[in-house]
């Protein structure tokens, strides 16, 4: 199944959680922290303005950013979690 949003939203894929800190000590399941950023799995088409012209998209797909914390809703489509923000919840494009 594919998701495909609608006007400015974006479907983001989380990034694995880090099992080690940078000085090598393995985290337990309850001590990883969630990632800081996502890679962009589906971008939809763009907000449409009050003179019905379609603004672009600033992000693409695989691109990798950083949202707002508690931006969007997250959905789980088979094994896979997703989050889906409105571009305007993305922070940042990681490079």
Same mark, same amino acid.
């Given at each position: 199944?594919? *998701?495909?949003?609608?006007?400015?939203?974006?479907?983001?894929?989380?990034?694995e959680?880090?099992?080690?800190?940078?000085?090598?000590? *393995?985290?337990t399941?309850?001590a990883?922290?969630?990632?800081?950023?996502?890679e962009?799995?589906?971008?939809?088409?763009?907000?449409?303005?009050?003179?019905?012209?379609?603004?672009?998209?600033?992000?693409s797909?695989?691109?990798?950013? *950083?949202?707002?914390q508690?931006a969007?809703?997250?959905?789980?489509?088979?094994?896979e979690?997703y989050?889906?923000?409105?571009q305007?919840?993305?922070?940042? *494009?990681?490079?």
């Amino acid at each position: 199944m594919n *998701i495909k949003p609608l006007g400015d939203r974006v479907v983001l894929k989380a990034a694995e959680k880090e099992e080690t800190t940078a000085s090598g000590i *393995i985290l337990t399941g309850n001590a990883q922290e969630k990632p800081q950023y996502s890679e962009v799995v589906a971008v939809g088409p763009g907000k449409v303005d009050d003179n019905g012209k379609t603004i672009p998209m600033n992000v693409s797909v695989g691109q990798k950013v *950083i949202f707002q914390q508690y931006a969007g809703s997250t959905v789980k489509v088979g094994e896979e979690e997703y989050t889906i923000v409105s571009q305007d919840s993305i922070l940042a *494009i990681v490079e």
